[in-house]
């Protein structure tokens, strides 16, 4: 079968805005042939909701939502990610879920085991976990849906677990032969070669093909940088996206080909493309026209200014004319070098 990775910038909140989305790339998915297409974690309302899922209503409409791209797109089976109601008495409301929509209605639904709670993560504080997984018949295949965290407590890869329950290995061993797993996995330096050996990992040691797709984008501190794959039964990369910014990728899980997009080189270039999609997507999410930046002089200032021209154009830069002026021969050429126009000259 074909299966297809809609990796795409949600905003959290926007429900409208996110499930356009959705449905406008599983029509492209649709017309390139595929018969199932992947959304990350939480696809539907965007990740971190946070404290917005302590308002009933948001989880309401996230049901109501998939219901609706359900009905718009019957043609093509969709895995997206939502806020469910929990069915547990856990003292939580929600669980962090993901739907397979078919032929027009919801026809599966497999809730998060594993809530992470360090780092940026606080998952736990507002969802329910699953008490189990089951694996989804599609295709003649048996799928292993999980999402996110899901996937990393792999026992080979990890020296210190932090969790007793392996959601993955239980799925295999209850006969999956495809590894699904839809994401908001944060960017940081390491992140993506991080993932991805973790990732080769499961594939190779289970034999089976891992199908990872990630959410792309800034949501309030955090950077989703998307670069989403298929790892083949060898371990070796089959299908890829770009690196922070939206795309749609192609893998068949018989003949094992799919698309090779290019990435971001890690190091410094990842940083950069990091710091210009999270400026870039603060200002647009947030809805602001314009901004103006205070430039002090140094190389700092210069850095700054380069972002903020790479994101948003130069066209939407103002330079703060009460900034301390600006001295240095280096902010002078880096921002003329940037077509940055200045409120006095240096």
């Not at 009460?322 to 280096?330: E, G, K, M, N, Y």
């Amino acid at each position: 079968m074909k299966i297809a990775l809609g990796q795409i910038n949600p905003t959290v909140g926007d429900f409208s805005g996110n499930s356009e989305k959705i449905m406008e790339f599983a029509r492209r998915a649709h017309a390139s042939g595929a018969e199932m297409v992947l959304f990350p974690e939480l696809a539907v309302c965007g990740y971190p909701p946070r404290d917005l899922l302590e308002k009933p209503a948001f989880a309401a409409r996230s049901q109501q939502v998939v219901n609706e791209i359900a009905q718009a797109v019957p043609e093509i089976t969709i895995v997206c990610g939502f806020v469910s109601r929990a069915k547990v008495e856990t003292g939580k409301s929600v669980m962090n879920s993901a739907a397979v929509l078919r032929d027009g209605a919801v026809q599966f639904v497999q809730s998060k085991v594993l809530l992470p709670t360090y780092d940026v993560f606080d998952e736990l504080r507002y969802f329910a976990p699953a008490a189990s997984q089951q694996l989804y018949p599609f295709a003649g295949k048996q799928l292993a849906l999980t999402i996110c965290e899901d996937a990393w407590n792999d026992k080979n890869f990890w020296h210190r677990r932090l969790y007793s329950v392996d959601p993955v290995d239980d799925l295999l061993h209850a006969g999956a032969n495809i590894v699904l797993n839809v994401s908001a996995s944060p960017f940081h330096l390491g992140k993506r070669e991080l993932r991805r050996h973790m990732l080769e990992t499961v594939a190779r040691d289970n034999k089976v093909s891992v199908v990872f797709v990630n959410q792309v984008g800034g949501n309030d501190s955090l950077v989703f940088d998307g670069s989403s794959m298929v790892i083949g039964p060898d371990g070796k990369i089959l299908a890829q996206a770009k690196s922070f910014e939206e795309d749609l990728i192609l893998f068949d899980s018989e003949t094992l080909q799919g698309d090779i997009h290019p990435q971001t080189v890690p190091g410094d270039p990842s940083a950069y493309a990091a710091l210009v999609l999270g400026t870039r997507d603060y200002v647009r999410k947030c809805g602001f026209q314009r901004v103006v930046m205070g430039l002090s002089g140094g190389i700092d200032s210069a850095l700054t200014a380069a972002i903020a021209v790479d994101a948003l154009g130069k066209e939407k830069c103002d330079r703060d004319r009460h900034a301390w002026p600006v001295l240095f021969r280096t902010q002078r050429d880096r921002c003329a070098g940037a077509g940055m126009q200045t409120r006095y000259p240096f």
